[in-house]
């Protein structure tokens, strides 16, 4: 690896014993080392463009349909605080130990090697169930210029790309997701400026539309029957989880710690700088769908198994620009996930290629292929579900890891000053991201106990995650015989020498286009 860091350790002088803080001294058999090849540039799209995608293009239209207008709009400020509230904990923890496995890692050292087990394991299977849910949605948007060919060829197709690119590596997958990003980034951008236009009549129909669906049908919507302030309330609480689902992946940039360069600097500056973005891009995206499509609309309903149920395609077909909903859908995009789990999981290629990882997570990509025997609308909803409440549970555990960490800075008299990222609304940022993922948790898929609408595939989907967390925490801690870390015992000097040294300063820009990259980046 120090081969692949280039010349800034050579410059700076030092030698590190990188193997150290990746994991221990591997055998050359094995080779369960990754490598840190992701530069800036890709962290910061993987955290800005990673997330823009089959949430706010396709999910937000059974959000609008169940919260109305305002319903929307409130749903995603209130989950977006509670992302915000996880990132800011994050940050400060990876900032000061960008350990490879990220906050999992971190809940092994200030909670429990259990709780970090089943920690790992949950948001192994939320991501790895992300992959069919982007390939039900791409069946969906592709259906929009094909309706005759099976879903499955283009399943096929998406899976083969998605696979090919993570078994070209780190490197590959970094400038890939970059370039990616980078077209989701302009087409939202696009379509929110757009969208403005068409709102205030500059489409080519001039039907100046303004505010006129948040009168008519309302800016709110009756949800399963219940009216008033009570139904208003349910329907917002159902946008949260949808919500939640669009906003994950934001975390990664912990993960990507493992093969990010000079993590301590590029980690914290990603941290800081996309929530923003990505906060504008979904706020204002769900603001102007809001204004351009009518609560009430049936093509929002996703189990139509039409494309045009993306909220963007319907608002610029009614105003009659004909091409740009082939342009939106051209744009739409996804990407692989894969994450780490037993020993095994963890075996790479000389290159730092984690093969064992890609295979057995790509396997589960074919649950994808149930959209052969559903609508591909149906099957996008199970799996976004479900991600979500993964999700969500990760995002209660990231703050509870947080909470513990600050409790032991507290208790062995470290100085929060010291750290290289220290938030100052901690520790109350910690404690919102737990309770706020519990409150989302809480009220995730009530609608199946209602009298007869119980449905079994819904209530799997949405409460397993959340069941079956606590068997893996007990069970891990009744085989591995661990308890929970005292705030005294925590461990807060293993390999923070190590990412001392490894911290360098980026050399100041040449010139102003330079200086607004770095900027931007």
Same mark, same amino acid.
């Given at each position: 690896?120090?081969?692949?860091?280039?010349?800034?350790?050579?410059?700076?002088?030092?030698?590190?014993?990188?193997?150290?803080?990746?994991?221990?001294?591997?055998?050359?058999?094995?080779?369960?080392?990754?490598?840190?090849?992701?530069?800036?540039?890709?962290?910061?799209?993987?955290?800005?463009?990673?997330?823009?995608?089959?949430?706010?293009?396709?999910?937000?239209?059974?959000?609008?349909?169940?919260?109305?207008?305002?319903?929307?709009?409130?749903?995603?400020?209130?989950?977006?605080?509670?992302?915000?509230?996880?990132?800011?904990?994050?940050?400060?923890?990876?900032?000061?130990?960008?350990?490879?496995?990220?906050?999992?890692?971190?809940?092994?050292?200030?909670?429990?090697?259990?709780?970090?087990?089943?920690?790992?394991?949950?948001?192994?299977?939320?991501?790895?169930?992300?992959?069919?849910?982007?390939?039900?949605?791409?069946?969906?948007?592709?259906?929009?210029?094909?309706?005759?060919?099976?879903?499955?060829?283009?399943?096929?197709?998406?899976?083969?790309?998605?696979?090919?690119?993570?078994?070209?590596?780190?490197?590959?997958?970094?400038?890939?997701?970059?370039?990616?990003?980078?077209?989701?980034?302009?087409?939202?951008?696009?379509?929110?400026?757009?969208?403005?236009?068409?709102?205030?009549?500059?489409?080519?129909?001039?039907?100046?539309?303004?505010?006129?669906?948040?009168?008519?049908?309302?800016?709110?919507?009756?949800?399963?029957?219940?009216?008033?302030?009570?139904?208003?309330?349910?329907?917002?609480?159902?946008?949260?989880?949808?919500?939640?689902?669009?906003?994950?992946?934001?975390?990664?940039?912990?993960?990507?710690?493992?093969?990010?360069?000079?993590?301590?600097?590029?980690?914290? #500056?990603?941290?800081?700088?996309?929530?923003?973005?990505?906060?504008?891009?979904?706020?204002?995206?769900?603001?102007?769908?809001?204004?351009?499509?009518?609560?009430?609309?049936?093509?929002?309903?996703?189990?139509?198994?039409?494309?045009?149920?993306?909220?963007?395609?319907?608002?610029?077909?009614?105003?009659?620009? #004909?091409?740009?909903?082939?342009?939106?859908?051209?744009?739409?995009?996804?990407?692989?996930?894969?994450?780490?789990?037993? #020993?095994?999981?963890?075996?790479?290629?000389?290159?730092?290629?984690?093969?064992?990882?890609?295979?057995?997570?790509?396997?589960?990509?074919?649950?994808?292929?149930?959209?052969?025997?559903?609508?591909?609308?149906?099957?996008?909803?199970?799996?976004?579900?479900?991600?979500?409440?993964?999700?969500?549970?990760?995002?209660?555990?990231?703050?509870?890891?947080?909470?513990?960490?600050?409790?032991?800075?507290?208790?062995?008299?470290?100085?929060?000053?010291?750290?290289?990222?220290?938030?100052?609304?901690?520790?109350?940022?910690?404690?919102?991201?737990?309770?706020?993922?519990?409150?989302?948790?809480?009220?995730?898929?009530?609608?199946?106990?209602? #009298?007869?609408?119980?449905?079994?595939?819904?209530?799997?989907?949405?409460?397993?995650?959340?069941?079956?967390?606590?068997?893996?925490?007990?069970?891990?801690?009744?085989?591995?015989?661990?308890?929970?870390?005292?705030? $005294? $015992?925590?461990?807060?000097?293993?390999?923070?020498?190590?990412?001392?040294?490894?911290?360098?300063?980026?050399?100041?820009?040449?010139?102003?286009? $330079?200086?607004?990259?770095?900027?931007?980046?």
């Amino acid at each position: 690896m120090a081969s692949d860091e280039g010349s800034n350790e050579k410059k700076l002088g030092y030698d590190v014993n990188l193997q150290a803080v990746e994991g221990g001294e591997d055998s050359p058999q094995t080779h369960t080392t990754l490598h840190r090849k992701l530069q800036n540039r890709h962290v910061a799209m993987i955290s800005i463009g990673g997330v823009i995608g089959t949430g706010l293009f396709l999910g937000t239209a059974s959000s609008l349909m169940n919260g109305g207008p305002i319903g929307l709009l409130l749903g995603y400020l209130f989950v977006g605080t509670i992302c915000f509230a996880v990132m800011l904990s994050l940050g400060e923890m990876i900032a000061f130990l960008p350990l490879p496995g990220g906050f999992i890692k971190l809940a092994e050292r200030y909670i429990d090697p259990a709780y970090a087990f089943a920690t790992g394991w949950n948001y192994w299977y939320g991501w790895t169930l992300t992959l069919p849910a982007e390939l039900s949605a791409a069946a969906t948007v592709i259906s929009y210029w094909d309706k005759k060919t099976s879903p499955g060829v283009y399943i096929t197709v998406c899976l083969v790309v998605a696979i090919g690119i993570n078994l070209l590596g780190v490197r590959a997958y970094g400038e890939a997701e970059f370039w990616f990003s980078t077209i989701k980034v302009l087409t939202i951008t696009g379509m929110i400026i757009l969208g403005i236009v068409v709102d205030l009549g500059g489409g080519p129909n001039h039907d100046r539309i303004g505010f006129r669906y948040w009168k008519n049908p309302g800016p709110f919507t009756d949800y399963y029957g219940f009216t008033g302030p009570k139904g208003h309330f349910l329907g917002t609480c159902s946008v949260a989880t949808q919500a939640a689902f669009s906003y994950l992946g934001t975390e990664a940039v912990a993960i990507a710690a493992a093969e990010a360069r000079n993590p301590r600097r590029n980690i914290p #500056k990603a941290i800081r700088r996309v929530y923003f973005r990505v906060l504008v891009f979904y706020i204002g995206g769900v603001l102007i769908i809001g204004l351009l499509v009518p609560s009430n609309n049936p093509l929002l309903n996703l189990n139509s198994n039409n494309a045009s149920a993306s909220p963007f395609v319907i608002a610029f077909n009614e105003a009659g620009i #004909k091409i740009l909903p082939s342009i939106i859908n051209a744009a739409y995009s996804k990407r692989c996930m894969v994450r780490c789990a037993p #020993k095994i999981f963890s075996y790479t290629t000389r290159s730092g290629l984690p093969y064992v990882a890609v295979g057995i997570c790509c396997c589960f990509s074919f649950l994808a292929y149930m959209t052969l025997g559903q609508s591909s609308g149906i099957v996008f909803t199970w799996l976004s579900n479900f991600s979500a409440t993964a999700g969500l549970v990760t995002w209660f555990g990231i703050g509870l890891t947080y909470i513990r960490f600050y409790k032991g800075l507290k208790a062995q008299g470290i100085d929060r000053k010291s750290l290289p990222f220290a938030p100052n609304v901690q520790p109350y940022a910690g404690w919102w991201a737990v309770c706020g993922s519990a409150f989302v948790l809480f009220f995730s898929a009530w609608e199946v106990f209602l #009298k007869g609408n119980w449905s079994t595939a819904t209530f799997v989907t949405d409460y397993f995650p959340i069941m079956f967390f606590p068997v893996l925490y007990i069970g891990a801690r009744l085989v591995m015989r661990t308890r929970t870390i005292r705030p $005294e $015992e925590m461990d807060f000097v293993t390999n923070v020498a190590e990412f001392d040294a490894m911290t360098y300063d980026d050399p100041p820009p040449k010139n102003k286009l $330079e200086a607004f990259w770095m900027w931007l980046m």
